[in-house]
């Protein structure tokens, strides 16, 4: 059986169940901690999960993205203003996706992620959400700019290739439709 990842997709949905679950992890968080560190906490936590699927995705060891997630982490807890942590989250976020996980030198790939900074964090910054479900709508425009990363690089699904969960035909079908597929 072959399964098969969509990151788009994948990116998407997250970023819904993260917009949903925004309002229950900030009441939570906010019996244990009081003022911007709550929802930077929360923002981290989604970062952290993102990370984790990045990771996945690439087949890289998760404990890779492990020094840039500590810094975030006390970043989120060091740093008063919500604005500033999320900027700060969307640099990391870019050093984990292409600094770690799909890291292919290429200058595009800069000026894509800066981009992708720059729509994602430009709302947040200039219009701060002032009530939660106005955080919730910004996270999910979030995770739906964010996919458009691999809109632009990944468009195809991610197959496994380790060669004991395919088959070989299709290991070699897939070669060939590559071969075929070249300009």
Known sequence: MIISQHPIRTTIFF???CALSFIPANLALNYVLQGPSVINLTLWLYAAGYSLLL????????????????LLFVMSILVDSIAAFYLLSLVVISWIRSGICF???????????LLLCVFSGTPAAVFTPGSAFAWVLGIWM????QSLYFVIFENRAI???????TDPFERVSRQAEAILSEP
């Open 142 to 145: 979030f995770f739906l700019i």
């Open 15 to 17: 970023g819904l169940i």
């Open 55 to 70: 990771s996945h995705w690439s087949k890289k060891p998760i404990l890779s993205s492990g020094f840039p997630l500590l």
């Open 103 to 113: 890291r292919k030198p290429c200058g595009v790939k800069m000026l894509v992620e």
């Open 159 to 165: 197959l496994p290739e380790d060669q004991y969960e």
